[in-house]
């Protein structure tokens, strides 16, 4: 910390004179300020969009999986235009700061609005994420994602308290090739067995589940994937 | 009957054509292995000479254009998008069979000195060989030499995208009739060493007038509207003119600005934005003092520029700007400035910004669409970011609120109106 204000100050400095400057606007020296660009849609603490909106939390990810995030967006892995362009130019470095400043943010979930499903196709997402289907090789969420679905370190992200529109969207993101992850890529293969109706049936019941007291994700190596999974092979992650 | 006689003339004439164009394909596939000058051969291999092209790559910004989006670095595949279809960069490392694995020296000097390629086809000028015509030899020898020391990476080449009868690379020489002549720099014994250099790597691998020029309907530049300012067609950004004197793009700039933007990406008078910033991230950032000192000696002499024809409203835009001067308040005085003087080295001014004031307002009108990081340089690893507007204004409030900062403060430029906005709001970003 001290060593961190030693750096600070003579910017602070400066700035104090930049601000007695006319009406100039005063700059916060923080890293909030300087990623005005994710926090507009993302929320200033990653708490994703209000309301229904689209946007996806970002606080508490593991910071593994939000750079690696990030790195598809620019490598044409993801595909979501403003995504696209804003991460283009990041450098790794700063990309790891970015990542870490939402993997630590602690801030409440927020309900979100589900849409009105027969009791049937929710037992139906229930029991894809806490049993899988065997029948069509579908391995249960809870595998990778966590006993609580609040994700594994480094790279495995939480489930819970995702927006519906986003998760649904996520899953036919997989199937039509607009979201990919390094080879094997474990998630295309999943969505890809899922039935159009398991998609819905999925994202209702994530998506209208309590948020667990602790949000932490799970420690690294506490899981044995049931596929072979490129993202977990290259961070060490799962294993 | 009789009278349709004559339409086998044409027919034939058409036949005879398919078949010379058949014939001209198939000679150009001939492929031989071509044996490398002994003297060049040593060359090539010194450690010395590979440093020299690689900085001399990166000042030609080589590994933006031939490197696909997630590939390896110069492996090619990127396509090039133009009016007339899309030109796959081929892959340029040394890999044999679909690399410059087989080509010798003369190879490579043919392509970058009179774009003709390896087999005596002639080059689609997405290859900006009508600028690196002005490589010198050993410059180009040394890039060569650089190149051919990458790693190897075996990647075929995309098929060309173009349209007939584009596609047709007979017609390319018409085009480079018109448009291209082969000449090393020739340095101006009137002016210093410095501005020399700095012309040679403005106007030679640099390339920057490919896109800071405006471009005829081939698709062609004349060379009398250099650096002069263009669209860059497909992409959809404004290359503002270059000159720093009376109407120029740049009035006012300072060598240091200029300097400072090719460094930092970020200057007191604005920053490189869109494809720029990839250009300063990837290739300027890295260049030395003083050949950035050397582009800015070269830059500050351009002429000045015609007094701009005084803005023919259409319409008008005062209800507009007016509108957008709320909006502005609202959205942009807490980063910009009340008066868009903006904050140095944080948030650029908006106050006789080249971006902002640009012929044809795509520039401010995708930055506020867009938002987004400047590029991210050693000099400004951790630089202050704008959020992007689209999903917060309509297209008739970013008209508004471009339209005021383009006519605001010493700013005299035209409104950008709502159907303008539609339109770039859908422009691909890459």
């Given at each position: 910390?001290?060593?961190?204000?030693?750096?600070?100050?003579?910017?602070?400095?400066?700035?104090?004179?930049?601000?007695?400057?006319?009406?100039?606007?005063?700059?916060?020296?923080?890293?909030?300020?300087?990623?005005?660009?994710?926090?507009?849609c993302?929320?200033?603490?990653?708490?994703?969009?209000?309301?229904?909106?689209?946007?996806?939390?970002?606080?508490?990810?593991?910071?593994?999986?939000?750079?690696?995030?990030?790195?598809?967006?620019?490598?044409?892995l993801?595909n979501?235009?403003?995504?696209?362009?804003?991460?283009?130019l990041?450098?790794?470095?700063?990309?790891?700061?970015?990542?870490?400043?939402?993997?630590?943010?602690?801030?409440?979930?927020?309900?979100?609005?589900?849409?009105?499903?027969?009791?049937?196709?929710?037992?139906?997402?229930?029991?894809?994420?806490?049993?899988?289907?065997?029948?069509?090789?579908i391995?249960?969420?809870?595998?990778?994602?966590g006993?609580?679905?609040?994700?594994?370190?480094?790279?495995?992200?939480?489930?819970?308290g995702?927006?519906?529109?986003y998760?649904s969207?996520?899953?036919?993101?997989?199937?039509?090739?607009?979201r990919?992850?390094?080879?094997?890529?474990?998630?295309a293969?999943?969505?890809n067995?899922l039935?159009?109706?398991?998609?819905?049936a999925?994202?209702?019941?994530?998506?209208?589940?309590?948020?667990?007291?602790?949000t932490h994700?799970?420690?690294?190596?506490?899981?044995?994937?049931?596929?072979?999974?490129g993202?977990?092979q290259?961070?060490?992650?799962?294993? | 009957?009789?009278?349709?006689?004559?339409?086998?003339?044409?027919?034939?004439?058409?036949?005879?054509v398919?078949?010379?164009?058949?014939?001209?394909?198939?000679?150009?596939?001939?492929?031989?292995?071509?044996?490398?000058?002994?003297?060049?051969?040593?060359?090539?291999?010194d450690?010395?000479?590979?440093?020299?092209?690689?900085?001399?790559?990166?000042?030609?910004d080589?590994?933006?254009?031939?490197?696909a989006?997630?590939?390896?670095?110069?492996?090619?595949?990127?396509?090039?998008?133009?009016?007339?279809?899309?030109?796959?960069?081929?892959?340029?490392?040394?890999?044999?069979?679909?690399g410059i694995g087989?080509?010798?020296?003369?190879?490579?000097?043919?392509?970058?000195?009179?774009?003709?390629?390896?087999?005596?086809?002639?080059?689609?000028?997405?290859?900006?060989?009508?600028?690196?015509?002005?490589?010198t030899?050993?410059?180009?020898?040394?890039?060569?030499?650089?190149?051919?020391?990458?790693?190897?990476?075996?990647?075929?080449?995309?098929?060309?995208?173009?349209r007939?009868?584009?596609?047709?690379r007979?017609?390319?020489?018409?085009?480079?009739?018109?448009?291209?002549?082969?000449?090393v720099?020739?340095?101006?014994p009137?002016?210093?060493?410095?501005w020399?250099?700095?012309?040679y790597?403005?106007?030679?691998?640099?390339?920057?007038?490919?896109?800071?020029?405006?471009?005829?309907?081939?698709?062609?530049?004349?060379?009398?509207?250099?650096?002069?300012?263009?669209?860059?067609?497909?992409?959809?950004?404004?290359?503002?003119?270059?000159?720093t004197?009376?109407?120029?793009?740049?009035?006012?700039?300072?060598?240091?600005?200029?300097i400072?933007v090719?460094?930092?990406?970020?200057?007191?008078?604005?920053?490189?934005?869109?494809?720029?910033?990839?250009?300063?991230?990837?290739?300027?950032?890295?260049?030395?003092?003083?050949?950035?000192?050397?582009?800015?000696?070269?830059?500050?002499?351009?002429?000045?520029?015609?007094?701009?024809?005084?803005?023919?409203?259409?319409?008008?835009?005062k209800?507009?700007?007016?509108?957008?001067?709320?909006?502005?308040?609202?959205?942009?005085?807490?980063?910009?400035?009340?008066?868009g003087?903006?904050?140095?080295?944080?948030?650029?001014?908006?106050?006789?910004?080249?971006?902002?004031?640009?012929?044809?307002?795509?520039?401010?009108?995708?930055?506020?669409?867009l938002?987004?990081?400047?590029?991210?340089?050693?000099?400004?690893?951790?630089?202050?970011?704008?959020?992007?507007?689209?999903?917060?204004?309509?297209?008739?409030?970013?008209?508004?609120v471009?339209?005021?900062?383009?006519?605001?403060?010493?700013?005299?430029?035209?409104?950008?109106?709502?159907?303008d906005?539609?339109t770039?709001?859908?422009?691909?970003?890459?």
């Open positions: 910390m001290s060593t961190r204000l030693r750096w600070v100050l003579p910017f602070a400095g400066l700035l104090g004179c930049a601000v007695a400057h006319a009406d100039q606007p005063t700059v916060p020296n923080t890293l909030q300020q300087r990623i005005a660009a994710c926090t507009t993302h929320g200033v603490h990653g708490e994703g969009s209000s309301g229904s909106g689209f946007f996806p939390r970002l606080a508490g990810k593991p910071a593994g999986y939000l750079v690696s995030q990030m790195q598809n967006f620019q490598h044409g993801r979501y235009a403003p995504m696209e362009y804003t991460v283009r990041l450098t790794p470095d700063y990309m790891h700061e970015i990542a870490e400043y939402f993997s630590a943010q602690q801030v409440p979930y927020e309900r979100k609005p589900v849409p009105n499903l027969a009791p049937s196709s929710l037992q139906r997402g229930e029991q894809l994420v806490t049993a899988g289907d065997p029948s069509r090789k391995p249960p969420c809870q595998a990778c994602h006993k609580q679905l609040t994700g594994t370190e480094p790279s495995v992200p939480g489930l819970v995702l927006p519906y529109d998760i969207s996520q899953l036919g993101s997989w199937r039509t090739g607009t990919a992850s390094a080879v094997p890529d474990c998630m293969e999943i969505a067995r039935a159009p109706v398991d998609i819905t999925v994202s209702a019941w994530l998506a209208s589940r309590d948020v667990p007291a602790d994700p799970q420690p690294a190596g506490s899981i044995a994937p049931p596929l072979r999974c993202v977990l290259t961070s060490g992650g799962g294993t | 009957m009789k009278r349709l006689g004559w339409l086998w003339i044409p027919l034939v004439l058409l036949v005879i398919l078949a010379a164009g058949w014939w001209l394909s198939q000679r150009h596939r001939q492929v031989l292995i071509s044996p490398e000058d002994p003297a060049i051969a040593a060359t090539l291999k450690p010395g000479v590979i440093a020299k092209g690689r900085y001399l790559a990166t000042a030609g080589c590994v933006s254009c031939h490197t989006r997630g590939g390896e670095p110069y492996a090619g595949g990127r396509m090039l998008p133009t009016p007339f279809g899309g030109i796959p960069a081929p892959n340029i490392t040394p890999d044999r069979d679909t087989q080509w010798a020296f003369n190879d490579f000097w043919r392509a970058m000195h009179e774009g003709i390629g390896r087999n005596g086809e002639p080059l689609y000028p997405a290859f900006s060989y009508t600028s690196f015509t002005k490589v030899r050993d410059d180009a020898i040394a890039i060569f030499a650089y190149l051919r020391s990458l790693p190897i990476v075996h990647q075929p080449n995309a098929s060309l995208a173009l007939f009868p584009y596609n047709v007979s017609t390319l020489t018409a085009w480079r009739a018109v448009y291209f002549k082969a000449g720099y020739q340095a101006d009137s002016q210093s060493v410095s020399n250099r700095g012309a790597l403005v106007q030679g691998l640099g390339h920057c007038n490919e896109c800071h020029a405006a471009r005829g309907a081939w698709g062609g530049l004349n060379a009398d509207t250099a650096l002069s300012g263009g669209r860059i067609p497909e992409q959809d950004w404004y290359a503002p003119d270059l000159s004197q009376a109407n120029g793009g740049l009035q006012g700039w300072s060598r240091q600005d200029i400072d090719l460094k930092n990406g970020q200057a007191s008078k604005g920053a490189a934005i869109g494809p720029m910033a990839d250009v300063v991230a990837h290739s300027t950032q890295h260049l030395h003092d003083d050949d950035l000192q050397a582009i800015a000696d070269y830059l500050l002499s351009l002429p000045a520029r015609a007094a701009p024809k005084a803005v023919s409203a259409s319409f008008d835009s209800p507009l700007a007016d509108r957008g001067s709320s909006i502005y308040v609202e959205r942009c005085a807490d980063c910009h400035g009340k008066d003087a903006g904050v140095p080295g944080v948030y650029p001014p908006l106050d006789g910004n080249a971006s902002v004031t640009e012929p044809t307002g795509i520039n401010a009108t995708r930055v506020v669409l938002g987004g990081f400047p590029s991210v340089t050693a000099g400004n690893p951790r630089p202050y970011s704008m959020p992007p507007y689209a999903q917060q204004l309509s297209d008739a409030d970013v008209a508004a471009v339209t005021y900062i383009r006519q605001a403060w010493s700013n005299r430029a035209s409104a950008v109106q709502e159907r906005v539609a770039y709001r859908h422009t691909p970003i890459d």
